[in-house]
């Protein structure tokens, strides 16, 4: 009887042991599909940069030289929806700007009119100046009726009267900068590129003269690239126009990267 009970434990521990073999093996089994499933789905997500282009002014808010040199006032050149808001004014500052710095070229009021020293500052400057207006204020609030302060600075270029355009068009030229930048742009990563800008002056004859980088995209190769393409840009322009109808030049600013400052 025990030699019985000997053999069927030893029978049942046989199969019990062969039975947890086979079942460790097949989760192992499982496992290693599991993950080797898993490995062949991951698919990486190719990086896409947001590499803008763009030819313009060198700020969006713009005036021409004669509109600005008749102005008595901040309010005959600035948006309405810029100033409609203000109740009273604390000071009014004309500031006139080294590219996106201020200069100690400056005058300050007490309100939109414009004193006589602002007045004869906003004389000297010629197309393609910038300028800024600081101003500081006082509003009603909206929710309580209050009155509270506020201010704005509105950086602004001086434009002619007609400006400069490229014959083609500008989507043209910036398609023709894209497409012949492009093994430049492969080499950047995201988060890398910074705002870079560089000068370049339409001439009274259409042409396109003083090509300065003045601002990095952060990489050489490419700051380099568009200087060359800027330059070697095929197609005409039309030259810019002043108010009785004369050729004027005008400088303009490609903005290549991010959009910054």
């Not at 002014?57 to 008749?70: A, D, P």
């Not at 309405?80 to 700007?97: A, N």
């Not at 602004?156 to 014959?167: G, M, S």
């Amino acid at each position: 009887m025990k030699k019985s009970i000997l053999i069927i434990s030893a029978v049942f521990t046989t199969v019990s042991l062969m039975a947890f073999s086979y079942l460790n093996s097949a989760t192992e089994s499982s496992q290693e599909l599991i993950t080797e499933n898993t490995t062949e789905n991951i698919i990486e997500e190719p990086v896409t940069i947001d590499f803008v282009y763009d030819i313009d002014s060198r700020f969006m808010s713009t005036v021409t030289k004669e509109k600005l040199h008749n102005a008595k006032s901040i309010l005959d050149f600035l948006p309405k929806s810029q100033t409609e808001t203000v109740v009273s004014y604390d000071y009014v500052r004309v500031t006139i700007l080294d590219d996106y710095h201020q200069t100690d070229m400056k005058a300050t009021g007490k309100d939109d009119v414009l004193t006589a020293a602002q007045l004869k500052l906003l004389q000297t400057v010629d197309y393609s100046a910038n300028i800024l207006i600081r101003a500081n204020f006082k509003q009603k609030n909206k929710v309580t009726g209050e009155l509270e302060y506020n201010y704005f600075t509105p950086h602004i270029t001086i434009v002619p009267e007609k400006e400069a355009e490229y014959v083609n068009g500008k989507d043209a030229l910036i398609d023709y900068l894209k497409v012949n930048s492009q093994e430049q742009i492969a080499i950047v990563k995201d988060g890398k590129v910074k705002g870079g800008k560089l000068y370049f002056t339409v001439t009274k004859s259409g042409v396109i003269s003083d090509v300065k980088l003045s601002a990095t995209s952060g990489y050489p190769s490419i700051d380099k690239r568009m200087v060359e393409l800027m330059t070697k840009a095929p197609g005409k322009w039309q030259a810019a126009e002043n108010a009785k109808g004369e050729k004027v030049a005008q400088k303009l600013v490609f903005s290549f990267g991010t959009i910054g400052c």
